[in-house]
């Protein structure tokens, strides 16, 4: 079964940087839409940014500026390079295929103290 591997979480200060990574299935990665998600505690899981296979990107507004998504195709990875982070950035993040998701992985906690 596909499924997503999410990393490079932790806990950071406000400002700070962090790099999330995702390795993906190979054939699922390489023809799909990548997207970047989170979930805060009581509220809904929400879309920050997606890359599509040839490399357009669209971010969430509260991301703009600040979030950058990328990915590699020749290593199944997709990346999040998270800057000036704020403690309403703190989540559990995941990735996933666009529009239609395969099974959601464990994701990677983000807290971003003041």
């Known amino acids: 079964q596909v499924q997503p591997v999410e990393s490079g979480g932790g806990l950071v200060q406000a400002g700070r940087s962090l790099r999330l990574s995702c390795a993906a299935s190979?054939?699922?990665?390489?023809?799909?839409?990548m997207g970047w998600f989170r979930q805060a505690p009581g509220k809904q899981r929400e879309l920050v940014a997606s890359?599509?296979?040839?490399?357009?990107?669209n971010y969430v507004d509260s991301v703009k500026g600040r979030f950058t998504i990328s990915r590699d195709n020749a290593k199944n990875t997709v990346y999040l390079q998270m800057d000036s982070l704020k403690p309403e950035d703190t989540a559990v993040y995941h990735c996933?295929?666009?529009?239609?998701?395969?099974?959601w992985g464990q994701g990677t906690q983000v807290i971003v103290s003041s």
């Open positions: 996933n295929t666009l529009p239609r998701h395969v099974s």
């Open positions: 190979g054939i699922i990665f390489r023809i799909s839409t």
């Open positions: 890359i599509a296979t040839s490399g357009s990107t």
